[in-house]
């Protein structure tokens, strides 16, 4: 069976794409895959759940074609990226590389009081309509807060870019019930952040108290609930403010490197 017929042959009769985890069957063998299965049992309020091919009933619960699944394990079949409006098909081993960096993927503003979710491709096209005051640095970023600020649980700092070698980082910092949290973005995917490492520093010069922190730069797709799961950023509590705080204020820089 060549390629073509292949694919034809296992394409979802629902959504017409290749399945890619578990593929079930009614009780006529029509095949459906898991994805469109699940939305059938969401839109469907009755206990049958017909199948949209023959309309007979799936069993409770629904046989699987293991042979298919096993099919399209071993084949070198081209699958189709699940992204909205990618057209791009590969392998199964190269596609899930593609679908962390495809311009396709929807990734959160990295302006942490901005809630909206874009497609990767227009984060630029988004920023530059919504966020239009974005300031772009380059080698070392330096944000001053102030310590005498309201004694209010959350702030978010403003949006701003570090340009290092024409790649762009959004250095984030933020304060959520009273603690303050500092870590960096790049735009673009998990292969592109695994090659970058920031720091970031802060002192009182008269004291010479310091905090510092260097870790590992992060997708502009992690949510900030995401980036907090995580150890890479660093942390500041309100009694390290007070420590930290010269003439009424304290200075955190950051920088990236490889």
């Known amino acids: 069976m060549d390629a073509s017929t292949l694919k034809e042959y296992l394409k979802c009769p629902v959504c017409w794409f290749i399945p890619r985890s578990k593929i079930f069957v ?3 063998s029509h095949k459906i895959c898991e994805s469109c299965f699940a939305k059938i049992q969401t839109t469907v309020n009755t206990n049958s759940k017909p199948c949209p091919t023959c309309r007979c009933h799936y069993d409770d619960p629904p046989h699987r074609n293991l042979d298919l699944e096993s099919i399209v394990e071993k084949s070198n079949v081209e699958l189709s990226c699940t992204r909205p409006r990618c057209q791009v098909e590969m392998t199964k081993d190269k596609l899930l590389e593609h679908e962390d960096e495809c311009e396709f993927r929807t990734v959160p ?4 009081a901005c809630k ?6 227009q984060l630029d096209a988004h920023i530059k309509i919504v966020h239009p005051e974005l300031l772009v640095r380059y080698e070392i970023y330096e944000v001053k807060f102030t310590t005498k600020l309201k004694p209010v649980p959350n702030i978010d700092c403003y949006l701003e870019a570090l340009e290092n070698n024409k790649v762009q980082f959004y250095p ?3 304060k959520r019930n009273g603690v303050w949290y500092v870590w960096v973005k790049i ?3 998990p292969s592109l952040a695994s090659q970058w490492k920031f720091s970031a520093k802060t002192e009182n010069e008269n004291t010479g108290y ?3 922190f260097t870790g590992s730069v992060h997708p502009v797709d992690l949510e900030m609930d995401q980036v907090m799961e995580t150890d890479d950023f660093l942390r500041i509590s309100n009694k390290n403010v007070v420590k930290l705080g010269n003439a009424g204020r ?9």
Do not use: A, L, R
């Open 109 to 112: 503003c990295p302006d942490t």
């Open 116 to 121: 909206k979710k874009i497609f990767f491709k």
């Open 210 to 212: 310091s905090m510092e």
């Open 172 to 174: 984030q910092c933020v």
């Open 187 to 189: 735009k673009g995917g």
């Open 250 to 258: 304290f200075v955190i820089k950051m920088k990236v490197f490889k």
């Open 26 to 28: 009614c009780s006529n």
